[in-house]
């Protein structure tokens, strides 16, 4: 047996023409928590849709722990529970007897099932509203809801689209770390548009951008894509002689006024870096890091930032946000 839980092929997907996945090719290992991430639009929730055999791809193939998702729908979805983006749930009836229901839907016995049912309602902070009808719940309980549903069978793969978009901090913290925890026995294959979520909690990220796959790795493959970190001093002598005798290894430029120190890693060198300019006799006003993040590889591969569609504009962007590539 092979050790990824799925492999993707070339997929493609078009919508009337229109072309939302341009082959997509991904080998997910089993047990690792993969997420996709990407902007509105990118892909992510077709791509899901064709791994889960709710959509069929127009090209291409993908195999879930062996089974081709076109030919052996069934024995696919008896492996996978999925959180999608919008809720379905009966709301005449109660939060225990959703859940019940979906379990016996996969043959779970009803002893284990009750148990089951009890521990992820727990989970997601609804023990106290399991005998409420699901139609007085609000938008985050029924999120919660949703997530109750696709673990409650004990899914080999859980698919989760979006999964803490309207939840509040709390419940997001703790799904996280519920997920982390299910990581070894359960592949997870999340969609997000939180960088925070995918550093955080996955393994493997994928960066979608309009159908195609642009980078893949964990947080730190990704960043070295950018290519180093940012150490910003703010002066009004001139660094860059200093800096340039120095041999210190680094690229320095100067915009708006403040010292741009690109280096590989900020927190291992700041402190020679300071060293160096007071030996100098540089006088600083200011010092502050820029570590990168998973919204700088995006906006270096693609011009743009995760949550804007327009592209960036480099000279205004702000120092409080600073996604800046040289
Ligand atoms: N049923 C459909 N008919 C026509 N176009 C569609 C359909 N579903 C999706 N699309 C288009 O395909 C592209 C990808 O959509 P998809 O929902 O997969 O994106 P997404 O990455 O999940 O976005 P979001 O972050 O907003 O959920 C978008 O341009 C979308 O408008
Ligand atoms: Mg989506």
């Given amino acids: 047996m092979s050790d990824f839980a799925i492999v993707s092929d070339a997929v493609t997907k078009r919508y009337n023409g229109f072309e939302a996945l341009k082959g997509v090719s991904l080998r997910i290992p ?22 889960t055999t709710l959509k069929r791809a127009n090209s291409g193939s993908v195999i879930v722990e062996g089974f081709d998702v076109q030919k052996e729908k069934y024995s696919v979805r008896k492996l996978q529970g999925v959180v999608f983006q919008d809720s379905s749930h009966d709301g005449e009836l109660t939060a225990f007897e959703n859940l019940f229901f979906h379990a016996k839907l996969y043959g779970m016995p009803s002893d284990k099932s009750r148990k089951k049912i009890l521990d992820v309602l727990e989970l997601v902070g609804l023990s106290d509203r ?23 069978h004990e899914p080999k793969i859980l698919y989760l689209d979006e999964p803490t978009t309207g939840l509040d901090p709390q419940t997001r913290n703790h799904l996280w770390e519920y997920l982390k925890n299910l990581r070894g026995t359960t592949t997870i294959v999340l969609t997000t ?114 949550r804007e569609e327009s592209p960036v504009d480099f000279e205004t962007k702000s120092y409080t946000n600073l996604g800046r590539v040289n």
């Fill in 30 to 51: 089993r047990g690792v928590v993969f997420g996709l991430l990407g902007p509105n639009g990118a892909g992510k929730t077709t791509l899901l849709s064709i791994f």
């Fill in 193 to 306: 548009h939180y960088m925070d979520e995918a550093e955080k909690l996955c393994d493997i990220i994928a960066v979608i951008d309009h159908g195609s796959i642009i980078a893949q790795g964990n947080s730190d493959d990704l960043k070295r894509i950018v290519g180093g970190e940012v150490i910003l001093v703010r002066s009004s002598d001139n660094i860059i002689p200093v800096l340039k005798r120095s041999k210190f290894k680094c690229s320095v430029d100067k915009h708006n006024g403040i010292f741009e120190i690109r280096v590989d890693n900020a927190e291992k060198s700041i402190a020679k870096i300071l060293r160096v300019l007071e030996r100098a006799g540089v006088k600083i006003s200011g010092v502050d890091v820029h570590r990168t993040t998973l919204e700088d590889v995006f906006l270096h591969l693609t011009g743009k930032s995760l």
């Fill in 130 to 152: 399991k005998d409420d009808f699901v139609n007085t719940f609000s938008g985050g309980m029924r999120r919660r809801m949703e997530i109750a549903r696709a673990l409650v």
